[in-house]
């Protein structure tokens, strides 16, 4: 088949999730089309290698290399992705198959074509399948329809990033083909520090300790082009082909990198190491000399430590007070907008309300803390501690391996030579100069993520809890040391008079007032569409249910109704749930019992009506006797009292399930299955609409051992 047409083909096959038919057809094609070309193609269950069920399997193809080593392009083959549908990367796959068996690559090439990878399950059931494989490195491939010149490359994990050599290459390979490469370095940077969405398509090879990169780009080049345009498929070929010397063992995981205006900025992890050993053999040598030629001077700084700690902790409670403060002052404008979930709606607007309310009243706290006598009155004080806590920090984060060093290192060394420049001048300009400078990567970081905001990171921000509110302390309190610093430098022993506690407090309220008001009456003057989501509960053992509608606006009045039931949500607020939903039966049952030894075996038929998307059956607690095996794998309940079975989405249908129990068994049993869809459509009168829906049905049966079910 011409690779043109192949994605036309695989679209015809139909929707292709996870154990859907069209996922079949689409494997029986790939092993026909690997067949035509004397490969073999291997399936390997997704069940065997992954905590919980999935009917679902990868497909795996493997093309000889002339050395060692391996490179892996996985393919995910789920229908319904942010950059398309999955069939231009069959088609990349097929044709990267031909290039292959026609000159052979360097490494032997894998072919990998993940089912059931909605959640990753695919990812990580492969992932664990080749995780003793020695020299393999992993490209995930997202081709898309789009037949743009650009080719981003995606390197970010959850704590982590791609090999620095892998990404070198892929860049160069980019290039070289004469295409252009985006790679989003500051939003790779927000992931890797653990602030983004979890996990990254690229979590489950780094959790394996795989090298990975995720490379996604147009099937073909820009219209107009040659047909050797620098399309995926040729830059697949040439990025295996240039690992003539096998697949490195290196794994550069601390690099950094950042990108403004387009320049991008790139400092290996051995470098970065060395610049720390550097910096601080330098600084001990400073203070040694130091030390010989003003004794006195050093022994009086020592003098001064308890006292210095003493403040140090202070200044670290009143932050943290802050903190908690904002934090229920944030909590009453969102209840007052109603909704808890509408900072989702301007996450920026209300992180921006945060950091100022934050930075106002700890600036009239430590002034007033100043005034009193509990903190020293001088600027030094706060400017020394800035550069002594980010000291401290760089070298806590580099032994812990953290991805916030070369962070801190910035800020460390800008904060440094600003606070001897102002010695030397003796001018506290140097020094306020030093803090925008500190600043500037974790701006960069700001302006990033103010063009796409990414939810996880400003739930973390907005909404952390105890260990979160610790985080935000630690992170923020030497830049704030530094404002204050700045502020007693400017302003000098003016800055702690109570007029600065004062404007301080009263830009605090204002700011409270003015942005909780605009907020609150950009939430409650809406007058839009809401979309919802809804989540509907069916106790089909009791014939009733629940419908909850959510949104991260405040709800507006609305009617729903499915065929003679109909109710109102009266609106007001972020959520509401309506009682007395009528079910629809979607679930039926029935019990076999086979007896043998000691033991009986119960197996359940279920029938479903519609697609499921998982089975969950739940024994909450037995009442007597043991559970022994069961036909899909179980787990215990959190509290160790029972079992659950969790089976994959879309099961035969009927769905045998056996157990096999002791003859004294008996207990309460849950089936619960999961839907994407009613089975009679929900119709809503009033100004929203449906964005998700969700629906878990629930059929309860009593077993035992020794008699048959009873309801």
Known sequence: MNPAETPGFVRTLGPRRENSEGERALFRFLESEVQKRGLRASSIPISEYIQGHSFSSVLEVRIEGTGPGALAFVFPVNDVQT??????????????????????????????????????????????????????????????????????????????????????????????????????????????LGLGENPTPLDPWFERGIPAVTLRAGLSGPPGTAQEAPGIVQVLENLIRTLEAGVPDRWDKQYVLFEVWGFRVAVRETLFVVIVLILYAGLGLVFVLDSLRKRDLIAEELSRLPRAAAALAIVSATLFACVVATGALQSLILAAAGSEEFWKVRPVAVSVLRLGQILTLFTALASLWARVGLLPRRAEFFRGSAVVLLGADVLLVSAARLALSPLYLWAFVAALLGRRTSRSLRSSWPAAISLPVMLIPLGLLAADLVRNPEPAVFERLLMPGPAGIAWIVFLSLPFLMALVGLGEGAFGSRFYAVRTASISAVLFLALSLAGGSLLVLDARRYSGVTELRLRETSDETAGTGTLRAGSPRPLPSFRVSKGAYSAEFKGGRGFETVEGVPTDPRIQLSVDRTAFLDRVQLTLSIRISGEAGGIRITVPSLDSGSVYDTTFPFRSTEDGKGIVVSIGARPPNPLRVSLTVSRDFAALAEIAVDFSDSSVPWRLDGPVRIREYSQESCLYVFLRGGLGPVP
């Open 83 to 192: 950059w398309g549908d999955g069939a231009e990367g069959v088609a990349a796959a097929l044709d990267l198959m031909e290039r292959m068996l026609r000159s052979p690559p360097p490494v032997e090439a894998r072919f990998v074509f993940l089912g059931g990878d909605e959640g990753l399950a695919g990812s990580r059931a492969y992932a664990a399948y080749c995780a003793d494989d020695p020299s393999l490195a992993v490209v995930r491939v997202e081709a898309t329809a789009d037949p743009g010149g650009t080719v981003q490359i995606l390197i970010a994990g959850t704590g982590a990033l791609s090999p620095f050599w892998l990404f070198d290459a892929s860049v160069r390979v980019v290039r070289s083909r004469g295409s252009r490469d985006s790679v989003n370095a500051n939003g790779s940077m927000i992931q890797r």
